[in-house]
């Protein structure tokens, strides 16, 4: 007897969802006035052209409330990074974390690395794409937030400021390391990363390896825990090199030298051909 080969079933194609229609367009809009006439104006060739501009305009205003939101200030897009520059960088990693899966998860991003090799860069541009992609976010640094939370008095005050930072769907924590820092304080960055564990993402940045933080808040007790729901299906992006701020600092300085080495040469011919011979 012959034995047949059972056949592979063919994958489905996943449906595409039907697009909206008028109405129900117009009632994401909130256009109820426009829905009790509804049966009356849906063949007007002017109803689709208006929803269209009115959703156009309702999404400007409200990546722009989101950008306002964000804080996130002046900042170089990816497009203008030197990737030659840092000694370590795991290019890829970062531009898979760029793609934002991240953000379903609830997982977060952290950067760590010495001063100077577009930590904060990269961590805006990760921010921007979110708000981008309608998500909204927010950049402070770490000692705003935990100067912040400490002049919060009583716990009243404290928890209205706690759920100012866990509202946002992505968190931006800037320079963790950078300043010294109380058990006190700490305790409120433990805070804000336990009311997000698991759920909202965090992105942050670091100039100490988490060996060190023990250092940075001195005193505390709850720095590995702390550490330990930061890092939990985290993605740790790893950078080293010279500082790239240093690079540019210099750079400015040769050109500029060499500026005023022209003008002073400049000065020096049109003071010769003044002179009496």
């Known amino acids: 007897m012959t034995?047949?080969?059972p056949k592979?079933?063919?994958p489905r194609k996943q449906a595409t969802p039907p697009a909206p229609s008028l109405r129900?367009?117009?009632?994401?809009?909130?256009l109820y006035g426009l829905l009790t006439q509804f049966e009356e104006v849906k063949d007007e060739p002017w109803l689709e052209p208006?929803?269209?501009l009115e959703e156009a305009e309702r999404g400007r205003r409200s990546l722009e409330r989101r950008r306002q939101n964000a804080r996130l200030g002046s900042f170089k897009p990816m497009a203008d990074f030197d990737w030659t520059w840092p000694k370590k960088i795991d290019r890829d990693l970062i531009e898979d974390v760029l793609q934002l899966r991240f953000l379903a998860e609830g997982a977060n991003v952290v950067l760590v690395g010495p001063n100077g090799v577009g930590k904060t860069m990269i961590a805006k541009n990760i921010a921007y794409?979110?708000?981008?992609?309608g998500h909204t976010a927010r950049f402070t640094t770490a000692s705003d937030l935990l100067n912040d939370l400490a002049a919060q008095e009583g716990g009243r005050s404290l928890a209205t400021r706690l759920r100012h930072y866990y509202r946002p769907?992505?968190?931006l924590i800037d320079e963790v390391g950078y300043l010294s820092a109380t058990a006190?304080?700490?305790d409120l960055l433990?805070?804000?990363i336990t009311r997000r564990y698991e759920e909202k993402s965090i992105v942050l940045t670091t100039n100490k390896p988490f060996s060190e933080w023990g250092e940075v808040f001195e005193g505390s007790a709850c720095v590995v825990t702390l550490i330990d729901r930061l890092v939990h299906r985290a993605e740790i992006i790893q950078l080293d090199g010279d500082s790239y701020r240093l690079k540019e600092a210099k750079e400015r300085a040769a050109t500029n030298a060499k500026r005023r080495a022209a003008t002073r040469k400049t000065r020096t011919r049109a003071k010769a051909k003044r002179a009496p011979r």
């Open 190 to 192: 433990f805070e804000v």
């Open 129 to 133: 794409e979110a708000v981008l992609r």
């Open 169 to 171: 769907g992505l968190l």
């Open 3 to 5: 034995k047949r080969t």
């Open 184 to 186: 006190r304080h700490a």
């Open 50 to 52: 208006l929803l269209a």
């Open 24 to 30: 129900e367009r117009a009632h994401a809009l909130g």
């Open 8 to 10: 592979t079933p063919t």
